[in-house]
């Protein structure tokens, strides 16, 4: 399965997604990818639309390949194997930038606001699943706000990260798992490209 780009995954996402219309229903993108998505899904329920700002750190070797992920409060989530063979100087410095980034969107998308999800359904989306790390924090700080029930929606993901992730929340909904899977999230998109801090702030104002 391909997906023509993330309006398209996201309009293919909110229909599988339509029984949650008319509940409390709050949905949380990860940045910025997962926004465009966020966007369709709220638009579909009739929901508001946040964010969950989780930052990866890529490899010093391979930046693309996701080692640990780290959230606004400093929280991190790593993969211990990989982690363990990392310079700890490289990696305290690495944590500090990604989630001083962090922060800086959330205070430019949103000017530092957030919604109180306590009690909520709340769906956390993004454009795909590789490693799963900024995924997986972004579920464990959502957890911290005690919603009623997490829903983790994504156009493809791996087959190992599926079954990791559903253990920890109460619905995972994709729309395609690959026997073998091909490694970036993008090649399963005919365009793939950048998402832009004008185009995160023009979204999440139009939902506002």
């Not at 964010?51 to 400093?74: M, S």
């Not at 959502?142 to 929606?153: L, R």
């Amino acid at each position: 399965m391909r997906f023509e780009n993330r309006v398209d995954a996201g309009k293919k996402l909110a229909a599988k997604l339509e029984k949650y219309k008319g509940e409390d229903v709050v949905v949380l993108a990860l940045p910025r990818g997962g926004v465009v998505l966020g966007y369709e899904i709220a638009k579909s329920l009739g929901a508001p639309l946040d964010l969950v700002i989780t930052r990866k750190i890529g490899h010093p070797d391979n930046p693309e390949y996701a080692i640990c992920a780290v959230a606004e409060d400093g929280h991190t989530l790593c993969n211990e194997v990989e982690r363990s063979n990392i310079n700890d100087e490289w990696f305290d410095k690495v944590v500090v930038e990604e989630q001083e980034e962090a922060k800086r969107r959330r205070k430019l998308y949103l000017k530092g606001k957030r919604k109180n999800i306590k009690g909520k359904t709340v769906i956390i989306v993004d454009d795909g699943i590789a490693t799963g790390l900024t995924l997986g924090l972004a579920i464990k700080e959502v957890k911290h706000d005690d919603p009623k029930k997490i829903i983790v929606a994504v156009p493809v993901a791996p087959r190992e990260a599926v079954d990791e992730i559903s253990r920890e929340v109460d619905e995972f909904v994709s729309l395609y798992v690959p026997q073998i899977y091909l490694g970036a999230v993008g090649a399963y998109y005919d365009s793939f490209e950048q998402v832009s801090d004008e185009e995160v702030v023009r979204l999440l104002d139009g939902l506002s």
